[in-house]
């Protein structure tokens, strides 16, 4: 599902660092701010199917497998840290 939001169960922040991003029954942390230009991305959208999530500042779209950046502006990779099952 796409268009998820902090509330939901998908993304919830882990204090003012991290958040954590739980989808397709996998766990996984990454920064609270995009590497583009700092999006808050505890707002970002997680597409749950394909396991990215998308900052919505400028859209920046992340693999959360890798952390590589698959769309959106030129930015570094989001680091992505995958909690044990
Ligand atoms: S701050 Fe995230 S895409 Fe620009």
């Known amino acids: 599902m796409i268009g998820r939001r902090t509330g939901s169960d998908v993304l919830t922040p882990l204090g003012e660092d991290e958040v954590l991003v739980s989808a ?12 583009h ?4 991305l505890r707002y970002g959208y997680v597409d749950e199917k394909r396991l990215r999530i998308t900052c919505p500042l400028h859209f920046a779209t992340f ?23």
């Open 37 to 40: 230009r700092g999006g808050r």
């Open 24 to 35: 397709g029954g996998r766990h996984i942390v990454v920064p609270a701010a995009c590497p």
């Open 63 to 85: 693999d959360l497998g890798t952390g590589e950046r698959v769309a959106g502006p030129d930015c570094p990779a989001l680091p992505v840290r995958e909690l044990p099952r």
